[in-house]
């Protein structure tokens, strides 16, 4: 059976950027710059822009380019003993598409809220205790599925379901082609009103104002490279998988380069939306800036729904916010799913259909975990171990891996044959030497923060 191709170039890039632009852009971005030297964050954000994530990304491109398959079958390609790294990148791909999901099943209901901002004046009471159920006016339910909390996970089954099952080009890269210019649009649309808000420049001038003291701090260089890592979908297959559906003629170092940019640039811009917004409400409340900032869960869910309530017009931004944010989670969750749907494809010979209704048969039902009032007790344990351990392990074992068994002008050579423009040795560098040293680094802090 021949492979399945993607059917466009544009196609291919605005679903790697699906995948990379998710939640993670809105609410991890905005505050880890925040919190990291503001405007000097940049510098070592960059930094590890260039130095990492470019030249991972035109790793697992070439990769999948090269290889043909989801991480198991190319990582078997290089080397009979190397299968089980594809495997563990998928485990983990997995356990991140069954938590991912109830977050996005949570801006679903999000969304039907919002147009009437039905989550009230108390949005933290609302959250925690009328939506997950987690107060103590209901201990008998514990643990118990909550149907409010299932049925928009259930909805967001369906869509990724939907496009995996209908295929790469007229499921994946058909969805991607419309929720993509969607969300630019929207977020665009919600920067153009909220930035003429009182106090959302004084929200920015948070933001931005650098703390160049900051920039000598491991901690924050730390941070940036954490964030690359994370935001760009690299380590877990995902990006294999998709380059693996690449046509032959395709300019691998061209894609990386925009799908980085385009990611990175989205993260700006999603700061300033949230900064924007964030100054117009400690002005409204009279509160220090200090005071309002948060992110993740605490953002999305408590904050910005908090926020909406003093917006003008709350019945268009709300409904406009929650869901760049339901649209954003889905294609980095339909990109997930594809990660571990392709390589079970690839290794068992099942047809599309088949693979795709078990993957996320047995996803949907492990999921629904997080559908019970444990789920965000659940999700808190499982996003910390994603984040601080599994992420930077996955991605140093391959960079170690591929780095040094490979010859990496190998893949230099292969990528830029392909391409209109050619990277030059400091790939290499990055590859062998720096990126694992960073990341090296980042999980021993990590380690031992935990221990601690
Ligand atoms: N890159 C996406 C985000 O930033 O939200 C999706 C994602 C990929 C999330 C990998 C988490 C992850 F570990
Ligand atoms: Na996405």
Redesign the pocket.
Known sequence: MKREQWGSRAGFILAAVG????????W?FPYMAYENGGGAFFIPYLFAMISAGIPFMIMEFTLGHKLRGAAPRAFAKLGGKLEWLGWFQVF??AV?AVY?VAVIGWAISYLGFSFTQSWGADTNAFFFGEYLQLGDNSPTKLGFLQTHIAFPMILAWGITFAAIFTGVKSGIERASKIMMPLLFIMVLGLITRVLFLPGALDGLNYLFQPDFSKILDAKVWSAAYGQIF????V??S?MIAYSSYLPEKSDINNNAFMTVLI?CGFSITAGVLVFAVLGYMAQEQAKPLTEVVSAGVGLAFVTIPAAINLLPAPYILGPLFFLALVV??LS?HI??IEAVTSAIIDKLNWTRKKAASVVCGVGFIVSMAFATNGGLLLLDLVDYF??NV??LTSCLIELIVIGWLLKMADIREYANNLSEFSIGKWFEVCIRFLSPAMLALILITNLSNTLS
């Open positions: 995948s990379a632009i998710g939640l993670g852009n809105i991890r983990i791909a991140i991912y994370f935001t760009l979908s380590g877990f995902i990611n954003a989670g980095s990109s997930i994603i984040n599994a992420l």
